[in-house]
């Protein structure tokens, strides 16, 4: 079983970052893969700050906003790399985002974080909720169950 978790920043973030420290970023995406029976992969988590993921949203989407998170897939790459150990792709997530809209969202800023990294890490594996209003019932339908089970384990 070979699973590789690369967690970096890009930006004005530092770790920890009001609480939240890399080793429970590292745990919890191990066991979102694990629940999602991804045990030989590799994925990259990068978290930054409003302004970068702004330019990234800008970029990619054309949106000229921050946003709180953005996935990029290998499996949309024009070249996706093919071995034993199937990387994942890219989740970008700005903190200082998480941390302004968790009160909306979650009960405390970390499971908002958590929350964020369920869903980036679905977008990596083909979920979109933008594609239609079925695709996000079905998107929130795994989020809520993964969430539940970390919770739960």
């Known amino acids: 079983m070979a699973m590789i978790i ?10 920890p970052y009001k609480g939240i420290k890399k080793k429970d970023i590292q745990r919890d995406v191990k066991k979102i893969l ?7 992969c590799s994925v990259a988590i990068v978290f930054t700050d409003n302004k970068t ?3 990234i949203n800008k970029r990619f989407r054309r949106k000229n ?3 709180d998170v ?13 071995g034993r150990i199937r990387y994942l792709g890219d989740v970008f997530i700005s ?15 970390y499971d908002e974080v958590r929350r964020l990294l369920v869903h980036g890490i ?14 996000e019932k079905r998107m929130r339908k795994k989020e809520d169950e993964l969430l539940k ?5």
């Open 6 to 15: 690369n967690i970096c920043r890009e930006g004005e973030i530092r770790f």
């Open 34 to 40: 694990h629940l999602l029976h991804l045990t030989t």
């Open 53 to 55: 993921i702004q330019k």
């Open 65 to 67: 906003k921050p946003t």
């Open 70 to 82: 953005i996935s990029f897939a290998e499996q949309d790459a024009p070249f996706p790399q093919h």
């Open 95 to 109: 903190l200082e985002q998480a941390w302004q809209q968790y009160p909306t969202y979650s009960p405390s800023f």
């Open 122 to 135: 679905l977008h990596l594996l083909g979920y979109d909720h933008e594609i239609s209003a079925d695709e």
């Open 149 to 153: 089970k970390m919770v739960d384990e």
